[in-house]
Structure formats: C-alpha cells, structure tokens
C-alpha cells in the first residue's frame, strides 16, 4: 500500500531514510549533519511521521538561535512539551525542580536544584521510554544552550533503549556558539552519524515539480544553488517570477530572499574569512596560491574555515569550488565598486594567465580604454581558439563596453562577436546581453540579424515563444541571400521542434539550402539539407537518403567547421533507425573523444545521448546508463531542456536499470517537453512510457499513452515507422486490453509502409504483434511458431533485447496452453540471453511463475484456459466484489462493453452468477 505524502521520504532521500530508520532500530542514536537548507529537518520529520504512525510517542524540540544564549531554555520547552502524568509520577524534589524551570513557582532561598532537575528530566526520559518505542527529535541542536545540553547529555545516558533519538545539528563552521550541540552528540554513546548530501541535478528537477516550478529550470537552479534543497526552492521561485534586472552577470537571479538565503549561509564565518571568499568570487579559477599571492597570507587557514562551514570544497591542488554559485554571485552583488575594483586589481596582478589578467584589469577599471579594449579583442579570440567561447563572449562583452565613445564601429563590432560567441558556447544570459545592447544602436539590418540569430542559437528547445524575433530577423536580413538562408535555417528547426510542422519545415530547409547555395555558403546549406533529409525521413519520402548524403558531401568539403556537424550526427542516426548498429556505435565511439576535446556541451550531450540509444538497442545495458547519465548531468550543468536527456535515460533504465526509474523519467520526459512545446521529444518520452506501461503490465495506461504518441505523430504527419517504434508496442496494448481486431488493423495499416520503405526490422517487430494478435484469437500453435521465427531473426540481426523480449512472449502463451517444460525452456532461453545483458529488470521478469495462474486454468477444456487475459482481469475483480460500473472505472471500459464481456466469460465457464464465476475461479 502506498504511504500517505506526509509519509514518503524527502526527494532523493529514500535511501538516507532507510538508513536513517535501521540505524534507529540498531543503535537507538542518530545523529543527521550537513549544511544548513540541506534537508536535514525533512529527513527528521519523515522519520517522525512514521514513527507517529506506527503509533509511537514523538517529542520534537526546535532551539532557535536566540535560544543558546538563555540559559535552561530548551530544558523548559522540553518539560513543558511531557505529557502531564510522566512529570506527576516524579519525586517531590524533582517536581519542585520542574516547578522552578518553568518559572511556575521562584527558585528556593538556598537557589536551584541543578541535580533534581537533571534526574527530574531523566526520569522523564525513562517514562517516555518504559512502554512503546518512543523517539525524540532535537533539531537545530547546534543552538542548544550550554546549560540544557548538559541536562540532556545527562539525561540520555540513563534513557532507555526503547527511547530513540534523533540530533540534527549543522556542518560546524568557526562560531563557537556552536559548541554545545556538539557535546551533546558526544554524550550520545555512539551514534550512527548520517550526513544528509546536497541534492543532484535531476534530484532538484523532482524537488521543483513537487512545489508546481518548471522542469526546465532544473539546470540553473541546481547551478545556482549546489543540491542545497532550501536555496533550490527559493532560487526557483525567483526564476520563475524574477525580471532581468534582478540577475547577476551569470544569469543567476538576485532577488531580497535570494540573497538573504546566501547571506545566511555566508553569516557564518568571521569577516576574514567572508574577505577571503569575496577574493575567491571574483578570480575565474581561485586556488589558494592565487589568493596568496593576491594579498591573503592566510588564505589557507580562512578557506579551511569555509570548508568547514560548507560553504566550499577544496581540491587536491587547492583549487576552490563554491558549494552553491549563489554564494559567489552573492558575495560579489553586495560588495560595493570600491571592493570589487581593489579585487580585480589585485587579481590582475597575481594571476599567470595572460587572458585573465586582462579580464581581471578590465573588471577594475570601468573608463573607457582603447588599449584595454583591443587587449581584451585579443585575449577573446585566444579564448576562441582554446575553445572557450564562454569566456571569449565575456571578453568581446567587456571590449565593447570599455571602447570609447568615438568608436562606435569597433563598439559595434565586437558586440556583434561577443553575440556569436555567446550563441556557440550556448550561453543564453551573454547571447541576449549582447543582443540587447546591438538592437539599442543604430545597428545595420544585418548586424541585427546576427544578433537575433545568436538568441535563437541559446533558446534550445524553447523555440516557441520567438514568432516576433524571427519576423523582425526576416525583416532584417532583406536581399542577403547568406542572412535570408541563416534565418530560414532556424525557421526549419522552430516549425519542426516548436510547432510540429513538418510540412513548412520541409519548405524552410529547401529555400535555406538554396539561399546558401547561391551566396556560396556551404555549411549553412549543409545544414538545411540536413534539416530537409530529417523531415523527409519522417514524412517517408524516398529522397531523405540523397538530401542527406548532399548535405555530407558539403559538410566533408567545407571541412570542419565544428566538432559536431548536423548531417554527420543525422547519418549516425539514420543508421541507428536502420539498425545498422555496430555502424553507428563505432562512428559515435570515434566522434565522442573529438567532441570532448573542441565541441560545444550540447555536442557532447548529442552523442552520449546518441550513443546511449544504440546501446540500449544492442544491448549494451551498462554502458547505455553511464552515457545516458552523462546526457543528463551535462543537460543540468548547461541548463538546456531536460527533456531529451530524460528520454535516452528512460531508454536506457528500461534496458539495464529500473523500470521504476525508467518511468519516472519518462513522465519527467513528458512534462518538460510539455513545458518546452517541444513536439519531437514529447512524443518520444511519452512512447517511452507507454512501453515501460505494458512492460509492468498496466496496461489500460499503456493504451492510452501510446494513443497519445499515435496522435501526435498523426498530427506532425510522421510517416516513417522506424523512427518511434510505438506501433508495435501499441498493437501489443490493444492486445492486453482484449482488442485484437484493433491491434491486427494498425498492424495491416503499417506494414504496407514498413515495406515500401523497406523497414525490416520495423516488420520484425511487427510480425511479433501478429503473433501475439494470433494467440489471442485462438491460434496458440501458429503464434508459438511465429514467435519462435522472429526469436530466431532477431538473434541473427543481434537484436538480443528483442530476442529477449520475444522469448518470454513464447513462454507466456506455451503458458496459457499448460506446456510447462516449452514454457519453462523459452523462459531460461530469455535469462540466459538479459544475463549476458545485464538487463536486469528483464532478468527478473524471467524469473515469474511458469504454472499459469489461477484464473488462468478456470474451466480450461483440454488443460487450456478459454479466457483471455483482460477477461480474467475482469472476472477477478467481479469474483472481488466490484460492480459493473466499479469494474469499468478500474479497467478505463465503457459499462457496455463490461456486460458484453461478462456475458461472454459466463458462456466460456458455463456459470450463470458471479457466486458460481467465483466457484469456477477457486476449483481451478
């Protein structure tokens, strides 16, 4: 049964809590430690919760920091908080004791008790404890007061075991208030220490959709905030509703609670220290050295502190990384000009990197310069050519801005090269910083376009809501056949991604690959051929192979304009469709080390997520998970939509990982493609839900998301089956549900195009709904034949999954037959096959009963069952109780065709009434 949300374990905690409950029940102490806003209080109260429902008594104590300076205070919160007949049951002394803490009486002449009150909470300690299992939560216990942690530490040693406690406190920084809470813990008795981790990338993905914020801030807000829970939701929050005036540089959002999150944090080191952190904010690599030589003689000792504050991490070489770049982009947003002016200088000076000690000069100075000006010209095209074009659009960036007045030209220039550059590196934040700042002068049209173009470049899936940016760039580009081409290029990928239009984004790549071609252009037309050859794929026109192979041909002479290049990625992919797979795989395994050296991170992601689905289809199931989760931490890290990571990661968890997990990412999948309007992906991670759905065996969800995907596809026209095999996975459904007729008819509507287009392995597929098709409609014997021949194609194209996957279809219908041994043949055949995988959720779907069940042998002449799978479903729910309108709800039927198939099942079993269709079920 599923626990109650109050019950479910914080978003990435599910196994911190299940420590957390063992080494409860083991050793009766815990302690849970972190930074604070980590999610050490959620971790607490869930195990609380829990606690209250097995039944348990729960006392909770929350010190605030005002507490640790009032002596005895959280004693008298905890005695105020017992139950009033624990505290009449102590001795008189030790009542008065309570009395006088609570300042329900004055203390004696002679002065306080100190000892009566220790025993006095001891005793109820031990009352608490003498009967069910009780559990005491101190958080906050980092602001315990000295005199209430020398009670409680007292007080523990006596508790009894049936008395579990709880102590959150925080990773310890340099105050020494702090101190008592730490005694506390060493008065524990060995105490299982549970540090509760920052959260990771798709972790915060969960944690945002939980409190309604967008998937497609995921990235940002886990850059931002570092996996820290609470800095997450505020940061998310300010995105969500922030204004660009409220950003810092690196897009990160500034707002009032922003910051007074990060100034918490940051209050919790001594001002050198905070001095030290500021230097290392503004220094683009810090290390300890650089700060040493920047003026911080003991840098090494006030980074330490930090450390220990969790404020940062160090590296071996003394490199420091910020737990959060909300706590850099804090310290620098609140220093005043002065301070950030003595920074840089001092920078300038004490770094090696010529590149940066002109971006440290620049940044200290903010007079116009043209020798600082033509320096950092300089020093960003060094950038480019080390393959920074993040740093280089940086630095074109503050080039233009240091140009002087009379310049206007050179300012113009190199506002249009900070956009380019921002455009490739896929840095959203300079791209339209640099666009901005291009549209607000007297640009030319084309400097114009340029600068739009690099905004359609960084807006990734989100291409929808840029109609106006694109008609103004139209506009703009006028007879310039290479600008006209440029912008007709990302019309091609906004109606293909964004509005799902095939049709005009067929009509957008030709005219863009003719423009290019007549300016001479070859890598744009390279580009909208291949944009033409994808469209002309799906649609199933014949010509998508030649569009294609014009489009290398260009790309090859051109030379290499990146590491990545459309038509080479789209050539892997029509191989992978094909399932040409070793091909594919080897040219991904070449290209994969290129693009790590000098291409983009979205180049990166492209073929990790690539590599990912043609191993999940060879099935290389471990190495599909490291790429497909290598697609998903560089998706986060970029700040891209996570909606094709999601996808290539429900793939590869359906294949070697967790079904669980592979559905959980697909419904992300599907939310944010929603989110992005992104047509393709929404499709693609909805057909991967729908097939992990029958998988699992819910199948009536399996139907109706695979109808979904059909009527998507319907929609942007698809015609090709090969790219998004949902047709079988569908028929298979329709099947499962009772509806063979419909699923026999996608099947004859498919196959004439599978073909004529020559898609075997597509009518590879295809052949095994048919066979499945024919055993639900009597013919066991001509399925198990049918089924046994496409096990055996499938083998010899080394589709192993698909061979796989075909062989349990076998021992389920030998099942249905009663034909044990075949049944239990082709079930060890399918091990054998997922265990040299290492499919292991299909290895433990090998591992089900080969005797059929129960309701599968009722009434069954000549030892096989005359009812098929969705009307056993039925039988058993009625045998259960339902009615007929309960039944339909639960199995998403009209109440009709619920009395047709009752009707139908009485004539199979020979009953009358549900009494004897139990009767029937129970004999068999």
């Given at each position: 049964m599923a626990l109650s949300p109050y019950l479910e374990a914080p978003v990435g905690r599910a196994d911190l809590l299940a420590r957390l409950e063992r080494a409860l029940g083991?050793?009766?102490?815990?302690?849970?430690?972190?930074?604070?806003?980590?999610?050490?209080?959620?971790?607490?109260?869930?195990?609380?919760a829990r606690a209250e429902h097995r039944g348990e008594t729960v006392m909770s104590l929350v010190p605030e920091e005002a507490d640790r300076h009032i002596p005895g205070a959280v004693t008298a919160t905890l005695l105020a908080a017992a139950p009033a007949g624990l505290l009449a049951g102590l001795p008189e002394p030790q009542?008065?004791?309570?009395?006088?803490?609570?300042?329900?009486?004055?203390?004696?002449?002679?002065?306080?008790?100190?000892?009566?009150?220790r025993m006095a909470v001891a005793g109820l300690l031990r009352a608490l404890g003498s009967g069910a299992p009780a559990l005491l939560v101190v958080d906050n216990a980092h602001w315990l007061d000295p005199e209430s942690a020398a009670v409680l530490r007292f007080a523990l040693h006596l508790a009894p075991p049936r008395l579990r406690v709880i102590l959150v406190e925080q990773l310890h920084g340099t105050d020494p208030g702090i101190d008592p809470g730490t005694d506390v813990v060493a008065g524990l008795g060995g105490p299982e220490v549970i540090v509760v981790p920052p959260l990771d990338?798709?972790?915060?993905?969960?944690?945002?959709?939980?409190?309604?914020?967008?998937?497609?801030?995921?990235?940002?807000?886990?850059?931002?905030?570092?996996?820290?829970?609470?800095?997450?939701?505020?940061?998310?929050?300010?995105?969500?509703?922030?204004?660009?005036?409220?950003?810092?540089?690196?897009?990160?959002?500034?707002?009032?609670?922003?910051?007074?999150?990060?100034?918490?944090?940051l209050d919790r080191v001594t001002p050198p220290v905070r001095e030290a952190l500021f230097l290392a904010a503004l220094a683009h690599r810090p290390t300890a050295a650089l700060l040493r030589r920047a003026g911080r003689p003991a840098a090494d000792s006030e980074l330490a502190d930090a450390e220990q504050a969790g404020l940062i991490s160090l590296g071996e070489d003394g490199a420091v990384v910020f737990t959060a770049d909300l706590l850099r982009a804090t310290l620098v947003a609140e220093a005043d000009s002065g301070a950030r002016a003595a920074g840089h200088a001092a920078l300038a000076e004490a770094v090696y990197d010529a590149v940066h000690a002109v971006r440290h000069r620049a940044l200290a100075r903010t007079a116009a310069d043209e020798d600082l000006a033509a320096a950092l010209t300089e020093a960003a095209t060094a950038s480019r050519l080390?393959?920074?074009?993040?740093?280089?659009?940086?630095?074109?960036?503050?080039?233009?801005?240091?140009?002087?007045?009379?310049?206007?030209?050179?300012?113009?220039?190199?506002?249009?090269?900070?956009?380019?550059?921002?455009?490739?590196?896929?840095?959203?934040?300079?791209?339209?910083?640099?666009?901005?700042?291009?549209?607000?002068?007297?640009?030319?049209?084309?400097?114009?376009?340029?600068a739009r173009l690099a905004v359609f470049d960084t807006a990734g899936q989100g291409l929808a809501d840029l109609d106006q940016e694109y008609a103004h760039a139209l506009q703009d580009a006028g007879d310039d056949l290479r600008l006209r081409a440029a912008v007709q290029l990302r019309l091609a990928w906004k109606h293909l991604l964004?509005?799902?239009?095939?049709?005009?984004?067929?009509?957008?790549?030709?005219?863009?690959?003719?423009?290019?071609?007549?300016?001479?252009?070859?890598?744009?037309?390279?580009?909208?051929?291949?944009?033409?050859?994808?469209?002309?794929?799906?649609?199933?026109i014949e010509e998508a192979e030649e569009s294609l192979a014009r489009a290398r041909a260009l790309e090859i002479a051109e030379g290499p304009v990146g590491a990545l290049n459309p038509a080479q990625i789209l050539t892997i992919r029509h191989a992978l469709f094909d399932d040409r797979l070793t091909e594919a795989r080897a040219q991904l395994i070449a290209l994969l080390p290129v693009v790590e050296r000098r291409g983009t991170a979205e180049d990166v992601i492209e073929v990790c997520r690539t590599l990912a689905e043609v191993?999940?289809?060879?099935?290389?199931?471990?190495?599909?998970?490291?790429?497909?989760?290598?697609?998903?931490?560089?998706?986060?890290?970029?700040?891209?939509?996570?909606?094709?990571a999601w996808y290539?990661?429900?793939?590869?968890?359906?294949?070697?990982?967790?079904?669980?997990?592979?559905?959980?990412?697909?419904?992300?999948?599907?939310?944010?493609?929603?989110?992005?309007?992104?047509?393709?992906?929404?499709?693609?991670?909805?057909?991967?839900?729908?097939?992990?759905?029958?998988?699992i065996g819910d199948v009536a969800a399996a139907v109706r998301t695979l109808r979904s995907v059909q009527d998507l596809e319907t929609a942007q026209q698809v015609v090709d089956p090969s790219m998004l095999r949902w047709h079988e996975e569908l028929a298979l459904a329709l099947v499962a549900v009772d509806e063979p007729e419909q699923a026999a008819g996608l099947i004859a509507a498919t196959r004439p195009t599978a073909e004529r287009l020559g898609r075997d392995t597509v009518l590879l597929g295809l052949d095994r709904a048919e066979a499945v098709c024919l055993a639900a409609q009597g013919d066991p014997g001509g399925a198990v034949a049918r089924l046994e021949e496409t096990a055996r194609r499938y083998a010899e194209r080394e589709l192993l999954m698909d061979q796989g996957r075909t062989l349990i279809d076998i021992a389920r219908v030998e099942r249905r037959r009663r034909r044990r041994a075949p049944a239990q043949a082709a079930l060890q055949a399918a091990a054998e096959v997922f265990t040299r995988l290492g499919a292991r959720p299909w290895l433990a779907l090998t591992a089900e009963p080969v005797t059929a069940p129960r309701g599968d042998r009722a009434g069954a002449p000549g030892g096989t069952s005359p009812l098929t799978e969705a009307e056993l479903r039925l039988a058993r729910l009625v045998c259960q109780g339902a009615s007929n309108q309960e039944a339909a709800a639960k199995m998403f039927l009209s109440v009709k065709t619920v009395e047709a198939r009752l009707t139908r099942i009485y004539q199979k079993l020979d009953v009358r009434s549900r009494a004897q269709l139990s009767a029937a079920l129970r004999q068999s």
């Open positions: 083991e050793r009766g102490r815990v302690v849970l430690t972190g930074a604070a806003g980590v999610g050490k209080t959620a971790l607490a109260a869930a195990a609380a009542r008065e004791a309570v009395a006088v803490a609570l300042r329900q009486v004055p203390p004696p002449e002679g002065g306080r008790d100190p000892i009566a009150l990338a798709d972790e915060v993905a969960e944690l945002l959709v939980r409190h309604g914020l967008p998937y497609r801030l995921a990235g940002r807000v886990h850059q931002a905030s570092g996996g820290n829970a609470r800095l997450a939701l505020t940061v998310g929050r300010s995105l969500k509703v922030s204004r660009p005036s409220v950003h810092h540089a690196d897009g990160l959002p500034l707002t009032g609670q922003v910051r007074l999150a990060a100034r918490r944090m080390r393959g920074n074009r993040a740093l280089a659009a940086e630095l074109a960036l503050l080039a233009a801005e240091r140009t002087p007045g009379g310049r206007p030209e050179a300012e113009l220039a190199r506002l249009v090269t900070a956009a380019r550059d921002a455009g490739r590196a896929g840095r959203a934040d300079l791209a339209r910083r640099a666009a901005n700042a291009i549209l607000a002068r007297d640009a030319t049209p084309a400097d114009r376009v340029r964004a509005d799902g239009d095939p049709h005009r984004s067929h009509q957008a790549a030709i005219a863009a690959a003719s423009l290019a071609e007549e300016a001479g252009d070859r890598s744009t037309a390279a580009q909208a051929l291949a944009v033409r050859a994808r469209v002309e794929r799906s649609l199933g191993q999940v289809r060879l099935g290389q199931c471990t190495a599909a998970l490291g790429h497909a989760r290598r697609s998903l931490e560089l998706t986060m890290e970029a700040g891209l939509s996570p909606g094709p290539a990661s429900a793939l590869a968890e359906t294949a070697g990982g967790s079904f669980q997990r592979a559905a959980s990412y697909a419904r992300r999948g599907v939310q944010a493609s929603e989110e992005e309007r992104d047509q393709v992906f929404l499709a693609r991670n909805r057909y991967a839900l729908g097939r992990i759905q029958l998988i």
